[in-house]
């Protein structure tokens, strides 16, 4: 069994994909993907809805479909594939100890490595509600599989906690299903998720989506029987006497996602505590030379689309990496978050590529605004650039471009924030 | 006069625009901040279509379901009726990923397709 590979990539949803087929495009020939579950795709199988590929491939597919563009051109591809194959350890010498049913333990080394393990919901216990622990609390993704991959129902009467698009998504889903959804709760005062998941997912229904509100309490001994919902105040506490009741057996959980990054930490990487994924230059390379992230380990995206074009740049990198083709700048270029700016990345910048033009840089903002510039300043808070923004929210990531031409020899930091117009 | 507020989901922006009608005639749109806008509200109050995306029983598949889709988008007012005919339909492993799942659903002339590969149970292929 072959066991020293030029690339393993980690986890084989859309950015795996899209890295395997990348940087086979750039000429690395020994390829490994090892993926945990039976199938690849990741979470785009049980995706069932359309709304991917619009960026991408310029149609409007559902999730298996667009898994499936990737998994046919891997299949007639050299690459290698071991499914319901677990990594237990990366180590910093990019080693990888893995194990699956037919062939045992396995010690791999490999030149480059990919982290590509994706994300996972955040939990009840994460958002630490009160009350009972009955049966019939899930998360919007595992009632998602339940009911498109396994084919169970998880419950009748149901009230979504968190308006982030998976809860959308299931609210539609259970109602075409036969539940009733009795309400979306978001404690902010603005949605998580896309426009158009609030508009055909609930306005369509009419499913009620209630701002400034969140659960306080669970009841219910053996299930799920009701909820007390509250509205909350400017510091997201309940206001005492604004109380309801909804009644319910099923509660779904949409309240955010957490890049799954156990290997990550145990490989001594270190992450960003914003986005919770590793830090890495614009090559998405983390601070060890050679181990390499993508998707959402690195940061939540909004869009599969939009995770499998920074696939795409990993696979290119990984492929300028094992020909040593690279030249470093005399010293990196940070980027830092400034004034309702939650998170960049990439973190850093450390090449100097020739013809290269520009450095697409990903962002989210804190909080809404409307007419807004994106401002970039230099050491000496000069301003660099700004572009215009009718309206930014933490539901949708921001990427603008940064002209190579502004990135002197000497400079140190790049602050990006967001300014009224 | 009637009025019917809607979301544009052409952007982020996100618009709440107030369409005004009579005899089911638009006579204004307001809150639109561009042009997309006022064609999406035009579509929206004629007749808004959607894809529907759902599941089909699966017979001696590896798994129990197979997610299907609308080939292209139906009415939006038929999305419920079409999930009770789409109930009764059971379909034969394997099912090929573009299949036509039933063609002129509901008398819609749009086919109802299968959007992934279901092998048989007894195929010991991986993919």
């Known amino acids: 069994m072959k066991l020293e590979y030029d690339l393993v990539i980690i986890g084989g949803g859309p950015a795996g994909l899209a890295v395997a087929l990348e940087a086979r495009r750039n000429t690395v020939k020994d390829i490994l993907l090892l993926e945990r579950d039976k199938y690849l795709g990741g979470i785009l199988p049980q995706c069932i809805h359309n709304g991917f590929g619009v960026q991408y491939f310029k149609e409007e597919l559902t999730g ?72 019939g609390i899930f998360t919007a993704g595992t009632a998602q599989r339940y009911i498109n991959i396994e084919g169970y129902i998880p419950g009748r009467e149901v009230v979504v906690l968190g308006s982030g698009d998976i809860g959308m998504i299931m609210a539609r889903r259970m109602t075409l299903e036969g539940a009733r959804v009795k309400a979306v709760l978001e404690i902010m005062p603005f949605s998580t998720g896309l426009i158009r998941n609030r508009v055909q997912c609930l306005d369509d229904f009419n499913i009620s989506l209630k701002f400034n509100h969140t ?19 400017k510091n997201l506490q309940a206001i005492p006497g604004t109380e ?61 689309d939009f995770v499998t074009e920074e696939g795409e740049i990993v696979g290119r990198a990984v492929g300028e990496y094992l020909k040593r083709n690279r030249k470093f700048r005399s010293q990196p270029i940070k980027i830092v978050p400034g004034e309702n700016i939650a998170y960049v990345v990439p973190q850093h910048i450390d090449f100097i590529v020739p013809g290269r033009k520009k450095i697409k840089i990903f962002m989210r903002v804190k909080k809404p605004a409307e007419k807004v510039r994106i401002v970039f300043k230099d050491d000496k808070g000069e301003m660099m650039a700004s572009y215009k923004k009718a309206i930014v929210t933490p539901g949708e990531m921001l990427s603008v471009y940064l002209p190579e031409v502004l990135l002197e020899d000497k400079l140190k930091n790049i602050t990006i924030s967001v300014k009224r117009d | 006069m009637e009025q ?8 982020p922006i996100g618009c709440r625009m107030t369409i005004q009608s009579k005899d089911g005639k638009i006579t204004s749109i307001i809150g639109n901040a561009c042009l997309k806008g006022i064609k999406y509200a035009e579509e929206e109050f004629v007749n808004p279509l959607r894809i529907l995306p759902t599941t089909v029983k699966v017979i001696g598949g590896e798994l129990p379901l197979v997610s299907v889709k609308t080939e292209k988008a139906i009415p939006k007012r038929l999305l419920l009726e079409a999930m009770t005919e789409i109930a009764e339909i059971e379909v034969n492993a394997p099912v090929k990923i573009g299949q036509i799942i039933k063609d002129d659903l509901m008398g819609t002339g749009v086919s109802l397709v299968a959007t992934r590969n279901i092998k048989r149970a007894d195929s010991n292929q991986h993919s």
């Open chain 1, 64 to 135: 298996p479909e667009y898994a499936e563009r990737f998994i046919a051109k891997l299949n007639d591809s050299q690459i290698d594939v071991k499914t319901e194959t677990m990594v237990i350890k990366v180590t910093p010498d990019k080693r990888i100890i893995a194990m699956n049913r037919n062939d045992g333990l396995l010690h791999i080394q490999a030149k480059a490595v990919v982290l590509a393990m994706g994300c996972r919901e955040r939990t009840r216990e994460a958002i630490a509600i009160p009350g009972n622990r009955p049966a």
């Open chain 1, 215 to 233: 659960i306080t309490r669970i009841e219910g001994e053996r299930r799920v029987k009701r909820v007390i919902v509250a509205r909350v105040d």
């Open chain 1, 244 to 304: 309801e009741e909804i009644s319910c057996d099923t509660i779904l959980l949409s309240v955010g996602l957490i890049p799954e990054n156990e290997l990550t930490g145990e490989a001594g990487i270190k992450l960003d505590p914003v986005t919770r994924g590793p830090i890495v230059n614009e090559n998405r390379e983390t601070e060890i030379e050679g181990i390499f992230a993508c998707g959402n380990v690195l940061h939540v995206h909004d869009l599969a």
């Open chain 2, 4 to 11: 019917n507020k809607i979301i544009c989901v052409s952007c």
